[in-house]
């Protein structure tokens, strides 16, 4: 297979903690460009990638030839820009999410993804996670039966108003922030699209949503989501059947938060727990974006999943 040459475009902090090195670590892929005028954040990076090539402005990067594929980390509402620039220059891409601020914004990153031939994709890194992969496999066998009702919480504390989550200028709050996962993981585990929100708690501080409640229903079963920035952290997906319940603890950034495990309760009364210690999802994402490239097998996560995800966030907007 062959190796791509990843650069990325802006040294954002969870760039170099997690993205960065996860790129560095990926088979397949090669970390070889940082785009930064910073030298003080060009050298955080050079300790895990002492070869990485900085360049002082996105363009310059943009323009290398041997740049194959760029990862966008840069603030939200600048995520359409420069994925548009980065596919005209001939790159793959993979921007971090949201990657749109509404839904209607993914037409136009669809249309030029087909019209360049390019893989670009949001980094919606839980879907390449064996936790997820295996509650998927489960629902869809039945093991729980039919799917009644699914609940998601996914909660931190940050009071910082300096913190870019909490500027509404830059595209911030808690539902394109960690909404996106309570949301598309329900999607993803299920196959299914919401018909309807008919209820959303959102409350507000400094511009950007803190907290929200939000119920949906979809086809047979209902939802129900919490999602806080300014509360105990707390993650967790339970999809309850006709037959069994299955609960997923820490499915959003497991070793980071805890542990991701898989617990079964079935008709028999028993409970089977599987965990998964030392999966990281961001190696997992970037080695799947490298096979997608260059085999051409399906990218798990396409523009058209994420365009949903947005959909129904938009949805929960509306129904305030």
Not at 125 to 146: E, F, K, L, S
Not at 235 to 262: D, I, M, W, Y
Request: charged fraction near 20%.
């Amino acid at each position: 297979m062959k190796t791509l040459n990843w650069g990325i475009i802006g040294a954002a902090n969870f760039a170099c903690e997690h993205m960065g090195p996860a790129i560095h670590a990926a088979r397949g892929a090669r970390l070889a460009g940082l785009a930064t005028s910073s030298s003080d954040k060009a050298s955080r990076f050079k300790t895990f990638a002492p070869d990485i090539n900085v360049y002082s402005d996105y363009n310059a990067l943009l323009n290398d030839p041997d740049i194959d594929a760029v990862y966008i980390p840069l603030p939200n509402h600048m995520h359409v820009e420069w994925t548009l620039k980065a596919l005209e220059a001939g790159k793959h891409v993979l921007c971090e999410k949201p990657m749109t601020m509404q839904a209607s914004e993914f037409d136009q990153l669809i249309t030029a993804r087909d019209a360049s031939g390019l893989l670009a994709a949001e980094a919606f890194m839980i879907v390449h996670h064996p936790q997820m992969i295996r509650a998927r496999d489960i629902i869809a066998a039945g093991t729980i039966g039919r799917v009644r009702h699914v609940g998601a919480t996914f909660s931190f504390y940050n009071g910082d108003l300096d913190n870019i989550r909490n500027k509404p200028e830059a595209g911030g709050g808690g539902l394109p922030d960690i909404g996106i996962y309570t949301f598309g993981s329900a999607r993803f585990l299920t196959g299914q699209e919401p018909l309807s929100i008919p209820y959303a708690k959102i409350d507000y501080e400094n511009g950007v949503d803190v907290f929200a409640q939000v119920a949906a229903e979809f086809d047979g079963f209902g939802y129900s989501a919490t999602v806080s920035m300014r509360m105990f952290p707390r993650q967790e997906v339970v999809v309850h059947g006709e037959k069994g319940v299955l609960r997923l603890t820490c499915p959003f950034n497991p070793t980071v938060h805890s542990q991701a495990e898989l617990h079964l309760e079935t008709e028999k009364n028993t409970i089977t727990t599987e965990r998964f210690p030392g999966t990281n999802h961001y190696i997992e994402q970037v080695e799947a974006f490298g096979r997608s490239v260059t085999t051409g097998a399906a990218y798990p996560c396409p523009l058209e999943f994420s365009k949903g995800t947005q959909a129904m966030i938009d949805m929960a907007y509306a129904a305030r």
